[in-house]
Structure formats: structure tokens, C-alpha cells
């Protein structure tokens, strides 16, 4: 137990001890979800759990649990109110009693009254379970080609013609949504990216913000997430690919300099210096004073920059070496192999053991385990994976070994039916009931494609495949969210393009291959000697069909354009 200097509140921490007192005390859980970067929560700490009253009021009448919701995700898929903060009331039994997002003193004071009532008048057989936990089993179907054409009218249907984006308000980037359309139409995808670019780019410091809440891109929530960067720092890159137009290569050039400066946390040797290895990325960062964010370049050198939360978060650390390596790819950009190569180090080293991922490490944690971490959740499984083959991809880097590691223990723990759940089916509260988001099931579908192109198992694909056709029933209601569904199910359906090469990774015919206008293939470098490609060659394959080896980068684009016909 520990009393907030801020709150007041005695807050425990999410386990099965803070769930136990309440049964003990026969006292409902007041459970908080916050973050690090919201501002909002701050905001509530300081006007609402400040007030001696309230926190007295908490304090004797439930038991008051606080979640940091990037360092305990299955607790924040389970409680999210739509927001942080969230402010969720449970049973003992970790059922829901009922919740809000942030709450003004009186707000509160109003909820934490009526909750009281309906728990003397009714108890636990007030809480309730939501319904994605309920339904063991997706809606399963069969995969067509009526998914692409559906989620590009989705897309064409929410597309802002005015503002750009899609949908009405609050406006996030939808990096997925973004990439999806590049291949699809390419007009209104280019349009969404101008629109991102031109609105949540930091121009003085790099780096996107998360969202505005308004339509037209107002209303400006100045947090910076690693994942979402990383993520968009991939999808500009990507239009670069399709392009060549430096107005889409310089947001993607921003952002990786905002990733290696502002949210490097470097590996330090025994004198306290950055060693030239090792080191991660920095989770986030906090949104600081609004009126900062409009003041003129020189005028904002002299504002305090607002603080980074140093916690090494594994799965978005992946996705920053995903996109690293793809901005590589396209620029021949040294700095972003190079800490690529320093992001995936630290990862294997001190994050990775038997094919299991380590959700976080805590800020100026030395190497090792930060054993009050969960372990082996599917996002993060999902997401190392993909960087593991891209890294084998792209930099030619020794990583096969280790991703079908995490493809097998994956499979291995989280596979439930034809679809995974997104941990461990333990712990407090809700924790032990089975939840299958869909994003991060179609995360691991997409790397799993990968890696069979790479190792020529064919089980991966058909893991991948299997996953995909677990959620089919319900593929006419997705939403432009999870377009990366539908992209991904293309891929299944029509075969990846893969393209290997009998040369080593930086060869021009490597640097060539990467350069294919696709970016949904698959490169896999220096392979002479162990398929059928000779070496100082390249093969191109999609489906069942296979090009004629190619010795040039002119042969190699023109057997490729054949190949797509």
C-alpha cells in the first residue's frame, strides 16, 4: 500500500492481494487506468483524488487499485472505458460494477455514492462481464476477395474529402489504414498522408502527436507514443517507396530523428558513456504546456522539454526496429540501420529468452529480466517476430533462429482453437477470462507469412491463414482501424511476392529487390547455395509462379513487372 503524495489515495497495485482485501472487507475496487503521457490523468490526480474528502471517502469505502496501462495491457483491454484516465468500479471478482473515464470532484463524489448504494443493495451480482469475454470463439468464415474490396470501401466510404483522414472525430493517423491504401488507391491514401503530416508532425522537434479531437484536426493531444511513430515512420517510408517524392521521405526522416535523440535511452558503460551497442527506445513522452507547442522555433529552445518515460516497452520497441530497417531499405540510411541493429541487440539480449517476449524493463534498469513483467504477450510476440524477419531482410542480420522461437512458443502458448488469446489466461480479475483482440492476431498472421517465405515452412502459412479465417465471419463489419486485415488476407489469398537473392544484403541487386514498388514483399538475402537461386542472382515468386534468374537490377524490375501482370 502506498499513499500518493499528490492523491492522497492509498493505492495498491493490480494483483490478486488487492482483490482478496476487497473480498475481506466485502468493499468494491476503485481500479484507475493511467498513463505515463496523459495528461488528463494528472489533471485528475490533481483536482479530484487530491481532495482530503474524496480520498478519505476512497480510502474507507473501497480498495483503490492504480494501473499503468502501457506497462499492464491485458488490464487496460479488459477495463478501458474509451479513455484514460479510466475510472472502473469491480466486484471482488473482478466483474464490472460500472465506469467512467475522468471525473471532477463532483463527479465523483456523485459515483462513489451511487456505487455504494447499488453495492449494499445488490453486492457482486451487480458486476457484469464484458462480452468480448464472453465469446470464446470468433465469428470463423471462409477468406475471399470480397475482404479487400469491402475494407476499401469502408475506407472510401469514411474518407474525409475536406480534411483528410478518415472518419469524423477524434482524428487519429491510422498508420495500418494508410499503408493499406497505398496499393488500393493511392490518390485518397497520398491525400491522408499530406493531411497527418501537415497536422500532427512536430516540425520543431520531430515527431508525430498521437490525435487531435477534432475532424478538421484540432484540438491537437500533444503525447508523443513510440508505437505510433514507429508505425508512422514505417507508413511514410512506404509512401516514399511508391513516390520518390521527398515530401513524404522527410515526416519519415523526422520521426527517426526524433526516435534517436529524444527517445534513445543508450546502453551505458562503466564511465557513464553511450556504449556504440546496445541501447532501446523510450516509450514515450508527456504532452508538456500546450501553449509551448505553438511558440516559434527560437522562442521554444528556451522552454523546459517535457519528460520521457524511459521504460523499454518490448513490442514497441520491435516496431522501431520494423520501421528502421524499412526507412534502411528505401535511403540507404545508415543511422537507421545502425540503430536498428542497437535496438535489436538489446532486445535479444535482455528481452528474449527461449522464444518468450518481456513486455517492458523498467527505466535505468541494467540488463536482465525486469521480473515484475509479464511475459509472452501476443502483441509483443507478434511484433518481435515481424522485426526479427525484417531484420533478416533487410540488413541480412542472423535472426532466423530466434524468430521461429517466438513463431513456435507462440503457437505453442497463446494458440486456443484457430486464433490466439493475448497472454496467459491467469491472474487478477478478469485476467483469466480469454480475450482474441484482432489487431494483434493479425499482426502475428502478417509475420507469420514472413517467416514461412524465409524458412519455406509451410506450417507458418498455414497458421497464418488458419488465424485469418477465425475471424472471417465478421470481415464485412471491420472497421478502417484493422484495414491491415484485409491486406494481409490478400496476401493469403493471392500469394506474397518474395524475391531471393544470391547475393548478400547491401549488394545492388539486394538494395534493387528492396526497392520493388511493393510494400507487402518479402526480400531474403544471401541465399545462393541453399535454393534454387544461383548465386549473383534473383528470384522472383508469387503463388506458384516463379521468374527466370535475374543478374541486374533492370532484369530483376522487369521480371517482377512480368510476374504482377
Known sequence: ?????????EWREWGADAFDEAADRDVPVLLSLTATWCDHCHEMDAETYAVPTLAAN???GFVPVRVDVDRHPRVRDRYNMGGFPSTVFLAPDGSILTGAGY???????????????????????????????????????????????????QLTDQYDEV????????????PDALEFALKRDREMALRCFDAVSANLLDEYEGGFYRFATGQDWSGLQHEKLLDSNAALLRAFANAYLYTGEDSYRKPAERALEYLTTTLWVPESGEDGDDRSHGGAFAGSQAPGDPESHVLEASDREAVDQPPVDETVFAGANALAIDALCTYRAYTDDERAGRYAERALETLRDAMLEDGVVTHYRPAGADSGWAVESERGLLADQARVLQALTNARSILGADTVDDAVAVADATIDRLRVGDSFVDGPRSGAGLLEHPLRPLDANVELADALLDLAAITGEDRYERVARETLEAFAGASDRF???????????????????VIRIGTPAGSDLHRAACRIADHEKVVVPGVQGVSDVPEGAAVAERGSRTTEPATTPAELSDHVSNLLV
Do not use: C
Open 1 to 9: 500500500m502506498e499513499t500518493d503524495d499528490v492523491t492522497r489515495v
Open 58 to 60: 476512497v480510502n474507507d
Open 103 to 153: 471525473l471532477g470532484h463532483d463527479g465523483l463524489r456523485q459515483v462513489l455514492e451511487r456505487v455504494r448504494s447499488v453495492w449494499e443493495t445488490k453486492g457482486a451480482e451487480a458486476g457484469s462481464i464484458p462480452r468480448p469475454l464472453q465469446d470464446t470463439e470468433p465469428p470463423a468464415g471462409q477468406l475471399t476477395a470480397d475482404v479487400e474490396r469491402q475494407m476499401l470501401g
Open 163 to 174: 480534411a483528410g483522414g478518415w472518419g469524423e472525430e477524434p482524428k487519429f493517423p491510422l
Open 479 to 497: 472497421s478502417v482501424q484493422v484495414a491491415r486485415y484485409a491486406s494481409v488476407a490478400t496476401r493469403v489469398l493471392e500469394g506474397s511476392l
